[in-house]
């Protein structure tokens, strides 16, 4: 089991940055599959990327090339690092896990799930 907590949410203009943290309890490295997820009111929740057991990392067309996903396996610490932010990437933000393969970014997959982090950019 892991616990995840979700950070560094808050309010930013269009084209500005934004760096989210989800800090895990325990090392996840070739047991979890962790992934972000957002969700905004009356939609799906859509992934956003994922780091694979492997190492492996793969951020979705969607966002690519302006998100980034990464780790600090010291901190046990997986980060989102969201640049040219725009008003349609205002939601809530999640960071989640999964210890089952996870080569699909569907958030039924996950099993933890961190608090969630609100991200509001404005035009």
């Known amino acids: 089991q892991v616990e995840l907590v979700g950070s560094g949410g808050g309010s930013a203009q269009a084209g500005g940055s934004l760096r989210l943290s989800c800090a895990a309890s325990?090392?996840?490295?070739?047991?979890?599959?962790l992934a972000w997820f957002r969700q905004v009111p009356g939609k799906e929740r859509e992934g956003i990327g994922i780091?694979?057991?492997?190492?492996?990392?793969r951020v979705e067309d969607s966002v690519k090339g302006r998100f980034t996903i990464s780790r600090d396996n010291a901190k046990h610490t997986m980060y989102l690092q969201m640049n040219n932010l725009q008003p349609d990437d205002s939601a809530m933000y999640y960071c989640?896990?999964?210890?089952?393969?996870?080569?699909?970014?569907?958030?039924?997959?996950?099993?933890?799930w961190g608090q969630g982090t609100q991200v509001t950019v404005s035009s």
């Open positions: 989640a896990a999964t210890p089952h393969p996870c080569g699909t970014l569907s958030w039924r997959l996950f099993n933890y």
């Open positions: 325990t090392d996840t490295r070739s047991r979890y599959c």
């Open positions: 780091i694979y057991t492997s190492g492996g990392i």
